[in-house]
């Protein structure tokens, strides 16, 4: 498993990641402090399995942020916190502002902005001697006609081209929804609007990011 003793883990991003989290600090294990998502269900666990690595764990997910609003804030609520770890997981608002607010183009955060954004958290990051997870922004639907489901892929494949760029671990989001999607269950199975995952989607984000640290099931 690649987090080390005493590891620093933060995971940053949106409403995704928010989801209730405790205000303005979402640390340690007492009751939902980091929310009712994916980060809660990976401090479970994580400490579970894990006892003896004694990990710090803090969700600074903001929800309705875009990528403009996290990278504001990453000095002073994620570096701040001293990681050895970040996740990030962002972009879906800079695509949904486009679709819902077509009129408000000064909310709107184009693909262009978008990597630059990115790439600043990441570098940022990398120069804190921090190691990253970088996720795609998630969008579950397989209908590549569908225009969010089209920008989704878009922006997520900026995020696969950064992740490569600096050799960091990726995990493509819309990916780990295929095989509930296969089975003929209609999106609003894991989310009622495509975009906020149920207990099934958080589940499912939270096996992801598991596998890809090389979590083993078998130590309990």
Avoid at 163 to 184: C, P, V, Y
Wanted: hydrophobic share 40%; proline share 5%; with cysteine.
């Amino acid at each position: 498993m690649l987090l080390e003793k005493n590891a620093r883990l933060v995971f940053a991003g949106d409403s995704v990641t928010d989801v209730g989290r405790n205000q303005p600090v979402a640390e340690g294990t007492l009751f939902d402090m980091l929310g009712k998502g994916y980060p809660q269900l990976i401090s479970g666990w994580l400490n579970a399995f894990y006892p003896e690595l004694n990990l710090y764990i803090c969700n600074a997910g903001t929800s309705g942020n875009t990528s403009r609003d996290l990278l504001r804030r990453w000095d002073s609520e994620i570096l701040d916190k001293a990681p050895t770890w970040v996740s990030i997981m962002i972009g879906i608002n800079d695509i949904w502002r486009q679709i819902d607010s077509p009129a408000q183009p000064s909310g709107h955060v184009l693909p262009d902005e978008f990597r630059d954004n990115v790439a600043k958290m990441i570098e940022k990051t990398l120069a804190a001697g921090a190691r990253i997870i970088l996720w795609t922004p998630s969008f579950i639907e397989s209908n590549m006609n569908d225009a969010m489901a089209a920008m989704a892929k878009q922006y997520g494949d900026i995020c696969a081209e950064l992740a490569q760029a600096h050799s960091l671990l990726f995990i493509d989001t819309n990916k780990k929804w295929e095989r509930i999607l296969a089975s003929g269950h209609h999106p609003e199975w894991v989310s009622w609007d495509r975009v906020h995952p149920n207990n099934i989607g958080h589940t499912v984000m939270a096996k992801a990011f598991l596998d890809t640290i090389g979590f083993d099931y078998t130590r309990m």
